[in-house]
């Protein structure tokens, strides 16, 4: 049976939701985020060298990046489903979204989250006016420029098309919600950009995805 090793609020909850689409039985192992750090507990590293969420177990394999988690899955128990067919627009447009998500959405809100953090976090009186002063100046510079861009392209493609690879859903609409989510939670996604929010709600109402949701627990992400 497949093992998804599942952090709270974290990129694996669209494993699951993928797993729930294609109707695969699976078997979850949480893990909780520490509460102060946000990061990993250490027994992750004991599963992949690198400790972060997702991975999983298959077959006697372990796989960890959710792209390749997802395109696997999608590809070895999809029969054909959620994958759009070989040589096809569709299918290049479905490989362009699945590394996009975490190769160019995903930095620059890692890249907030961080900054954020920066600005209100604990530190010493004197440090702050200058922590802050970094931290807003990389972030007008920078990070939110770049989230912008990156919303208003990927507003302007569901102007051509229903779902990220075409007419249908597909497995790389799955990648794509958490960039989305994320951006929703603390990039500035809000009604200004109607088909990237219609995207949400039409995800958030498919019975895999609330499935999904009830299988991981906790899924509030961090702002
Ligand atoms: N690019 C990787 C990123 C993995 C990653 O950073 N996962 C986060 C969860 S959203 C994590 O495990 N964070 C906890 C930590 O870094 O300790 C993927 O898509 O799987």
């Keep these: 049976m497949i093992v998804v090793h599942h952090l709270n609020n974290s990129r694996s909850q669209r494993v699951l939701w993928l797993l ?9 192992r949480r893990y909780q985020r520490d509460r102060k750090t946000m990061l990993a507990p250490p027994e992750l590293r ?15 394999q372990v796989l960890a990046e959710s792209g390749a988690i997802i395109e696997y899955l999608a ?10 067919p070989a040589g096809t ?14 190769g160019t959405a995903q930095p620059p809100l890692l890249l907030k989250l961080l900054f ?4 209100t976090g604990p530190m010493p009186f004197f440090a702050r006016p200058i922590a802050r002063a970094i931290a807003r100046r990389a972030k007008a510079g920078y990070v939110q420029p770049n989230i912008d861009r990156n919303l ?11 779902w990220f690879a ?12 958490f960039p989305l989510e994320a951006a929703r939670a603390r990039g500035g996604l809000s009604a200004s950009r109607p088909r990237l ?27």
């Design 20 to 28: 729930e689409e294609l109707g695969v039985p699976y078997e979850v």
């Design 197 to 223: 929010m219609g995207f949400l709600e039409r995800i958030h109402a498919r019975p895999a995805y609330r499935r999904a949701i009830e299988k991981g627990g906790e899924y509030a992400l961090l702002r």
């Design 46 to 60: 004991a599963v992949h060298p690198l400790g972060k969420s997702p991975v999983i177990e298959d077959g006697g």
């Design 116 to 119: 954020d953090r920066v600005e």
């Design 166 to 177: 075409g007419a249908g859903f597909s497995a790389a609409d799955v990648q794509m919600s």
């Design 89 to 102: 627009p569709e299918r290049l447009r479905y490989r362009y979204w699945m590394h996009f998500a975490e």
């Design 152 to 162: 208003d392209f990927m507003e302007s493609e569901l102007a051509q098309r229903d």
């Design 75 to 84: 590809e070895r128990y999809g029969d054909g489903r959620l994958v759009p």
